[in-house]
């Protein structure tokens, strides 16, 4: 079922969540995983995390390939949809729960409120229902949870350096599936970026919290761990960041030679003044030819002011 990896050539990708337009801070993640796959020679993917039906706009997925041409992407191979993908992750999860790796529940958000302590990322999920789901339980809604060990996952974020996070303690067993059904990111993401061969992630520093649950279930499948680079994201003046929930403008296919221009100026890189560059195909010959990572901002979030 799943594509055996070619570990000696980098694959790298992005993957958007078709819930609104492409906006700058988006297109940063999009810029520096293009500049980080085109600086190694390797092939660059895209994939569109649909997974949430009702969250997908109508017209996203094509005004995002669109843009990204307009662009100047070009991406290797065939878009892959989340949506294509549920049998894949639907025997994941039964080969977790076989090997009781997994666990139903059917806490609802009331008992959760009532017996979860609240930590940083939410409800530390206290174990409820892993000896199984109580009898009293009224509810026939069931998620899936999958056991999170109380080793603490350590790695190294090529720009953050060392990180570390004790998953039991921080947010406890996560959900995998939910109980309308729809896959959690964390699954789906993990079963995809095996499934393209993946060897390389850069994304928004705003996922690095993510990874350790990534590494922790690419372990518990006994998938190869790629490397991860997360990148500054864009905020506005109130520290927000920049989201298709608050708006942050359309990218405009029109203005693609600027927009990359100012992904490379907030991507830390130094571009020449514009002038140099007679065409967006230039720029972005100059901007894979320089790719600097020891450039990049180091500061999680930086303020983004819209033109
Ligand atoms: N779909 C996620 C987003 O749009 C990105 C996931 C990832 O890069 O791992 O924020």
């Known amino acids: 079922m799943l594509n055996s990896l070619k570990l000696n050539t980098y694959r790298g990708r992005f993957a958007p969540s078709p819930s609104g337009s492409l906006h700058f801070g988006s297109l ?21 995390e649909d997974l949430d039906a009702p969250r997908v706009q109508k017209g996203a997925i094509s005004a995002i390939l669109n843009v990204l041409e307009c662009h100047g992407f070009k991406w290797n191979e065939e878009v892959l949809y989340q949506s294509q993908r549920l049998t894949a992750y639907q025997t994941i999860t039964e080969q977790l729960l076989k090997r009781n790796k997994a666990y139903f529940c059917a806490c609802s958000r009331k008992i959760l409120q009532q017996n979860s302590p609240v930590g940083h990322y939410g409800f530390i999920y206290t174990g409820t229902c892993r000896q199984g789901i109580h009898a009293s339980n009224p509810s026939h809604l069931r998620s ?82 790629p490397h991860y680079l997360h990148i500054p994201i864009a905020v506005d003046a109130q520290g927000n960041k920049l989201s298709k929930r608050n708006l942050a403008k359309a990218l405009i296919g ?54």
């Not at 993640?29 to 085109?38: E, Q, R």
Request: a negative charge; charged letters at 15%.
């Open 28 to 48: 940063l993640a999009a810029t520096a995983s293009y500049l980080d796959a085109k600086a190694h020679q390797g092939d660059w993917l895209l994939r569109i």
């Open 144 to 225: 899936v949870r999958v056991l999170s060990g109380s080793t603490p996952i350590t790695f190294k974020d090529r720009l953050y350096g060392a990180c570390k996070q004790n998953i039991a303690q921080a947010i406890g067993d996560f959900v995998i599936k939910r109980s309308d059904g729809v896959f959690a990111y964390q699954l789906a993401v993990v079963i995809d970026d095996y499934y393209q061969g993946i060897t390389d992630i850069v994304r928004g520093y705003d996922l690095l919290d993510n990874t350790a649950r990534q590494l922790y279930l690419q372990k518990l499948l006994n998938f190869p761990q």
């Open 254 to 307: 029109q203005h693609a030679f600027d927009n990359i221009y100012q992904a490379l100026i907030f991507l830390g890189q130094n571009p020449p003044p514009q002038h140099n560059f007679s065409q967006l195909d230039d720029l972005w010959q100059w901007a894979i030819m320089h790719w600097n990572i020891n450039t990049l901002p180091q500061q999680g979030s930086l303020l983004y002011e819209s033109p």
